[in-house]
């Protein structure tokens, strides 16, 4: 056994830069598990700087000075900040609340449409399995409402800690934005001064996951502003919550459309029921997906992530499972890392190979 590992380690961790990035990896790992939440302000901050500094750096290639593109990109994200925390954000927990509150009439009005199958189809449902099956809703809507109360009145410690986050988050991207240059010459200090596999490794990411955090924000705001506007204008109720929704679906491939078509048929189907209406708006979402698909995606990103789905699908659900939305929303460019680590990682075949073939004439 000893051997075997001996083997290993002689094979992959042979260099000094090999073992470094094999420790800032565990660090960053124990660290989103262990403390994430508490650094949940830095991370988010950090995120949303990388997303405002490219359009910072697009007005510097024009001409400007650095400091008007510093302050002309951190006044356009204040504005949307702002405008999603004091805007959007209010009239979609109303539109939460309120289909809170007509859970028991949707719940009612789907025992009735449902009351027939037992008398059509006795051989796959009973009254008593239906009986079962809406009292088990009827129970679980029950503690839904009774946790919305709990939160809405201990929701005064929650307030603050958003107002906090409010002032700080802002703090915090500013200036990341004004001193990022400082602020990664100090972070490479730490850093051996010789570091060719992190430089690789970085200028191989850099590109691809700007592209890809850039473009999936702008995905998720032209897919949730189109859905909003085309169910507002189609009198579909909760418009703003699940345009919302399905705006962060594109967030998670292949899973995030399946799962929020679900509660956009349920609140076409008991609004108007199987009429003219509800097969209108499953045509509007159905063509606002594939023009997502076929369309949006193409020209947002100009390279295709090469992933397996398998790949995808378990980044999504290890990334999420220890960083929460923003992992969730990084899995597939983090995953990227992962592979662009393996695949710039040095064995000692490989410098072998590499040194034989410089010194061949």
Same mark, same amino acid.
């Given at each position: ?5 001996s ?11 090999? *073992?470094?990035l094999?420790v ?20 988010a901050?950090?995120v ?10 697009q ?59 037992p ?27 009774q ?14 800690? *958003? ?46 996951? %700007?592209?890809?955090a ?28 699940l ?9 998670i491939?292949?899973?995030?459309? %399946?799962?929020?078509?679900?509660p ?7 609004q ?8 209108v708006?499953?045509?509007?979402y ?18 295709? *992530? ?49 040194? %034989?073939?410089e010194?061949?004439?």
């Amino acid at each position: 056994m000893l051997d075997i590992f001996s083997k290993w380690y002689r094979r992959y961790l042979f260099e000094e830069e090999s *073992v470094l990035l094999l420790v800032l990896l565990t660090i960053a790992v124990l660290l989103l598990m262990t403390i994430g939440d508490i650094l949940a302000p830095v991370l988010a901050s950090i995120v949303l700087a990388f997303l405002v500094q490219g359009l910072s750096t697009q007005l510097q290639r024009h001409g400007l000075p650095q400091w008007i593109g510093v302050t002309v990109s951190f006044l356009v994200f204040v504005g949307v900040f702002f405008g999603v925390s004091l805007g959007l954000l209010p009239l979609v927990w109303r539109q939460m609340l309120s289909l809170a509150t007509e859970m028991p009439r949707m719940l009612e009005q789907g025992r009735q449409f449902l009351g027939v199958l037992p008398e059509q189809y006795p051989e796959l449902i009973t009254h008593q399995q239906l009986s079962q099956i809406m009292n088990m809703a009827q129970v679980e809507l029950a503690g839904l409402g009774q946790a919305l109360v709990t939160r809405s009145l201990a929701s005064i410690p929650g307030i603050l800690t *958003v107002m906090v986050y409010m002032i700080l988050i802002p703090l915090l991207v500013f200036f990341f934005l004004k001193d990022r240059q400082q602020i990664t010459d100090w972070l490479a200090g730490f850093l051996p001064a010789e570091r060719p596999l992190l430089r690789r490794i970085w200028g191989e990411m850099n590109m691809q996951f %700007a592209n890809y955090a850039r473009g999936k924000a702008l995905e998720v705001i032209i897919v949730g502003l189109v859905t909003y506007f085309a169910f507002a204008w189609m009198g579909l109720n909760y418009a703003a919550l699940l345009g919302l929704l399905v705006g962060l679906s594109v967030i998670i491939p292949y899973i995030g459309a %399946a799962l929020v078509t679900l509660p956009v048929v349920i609140v076409a189907f008991f609004q108007w029921g199987f009429g003219n209406e509800f097969y209108v708006i499953l045509v509007v979402y159905f063509i606002i997906q594939a023009l997502d698909g076929n369309v949006l995606v193409p020209l947002l990103f100009s390279e295709a *992530v090469n992933l397996h789905p398998v790949a995808i699908i378990l980044a999504v659900l290890f990334f999420g499972g220890i960083w929460g939305l923003w992992g969730v929303f990084f899995a597939i460019p983090l995953a990227t890392l992962i592979k662009a680590i393996i695949n710039a990682w040095p064995t000692a075949e490989l410098v072998v190979a590499d040194a %034989a073939a410089e010194a061949e004439p």
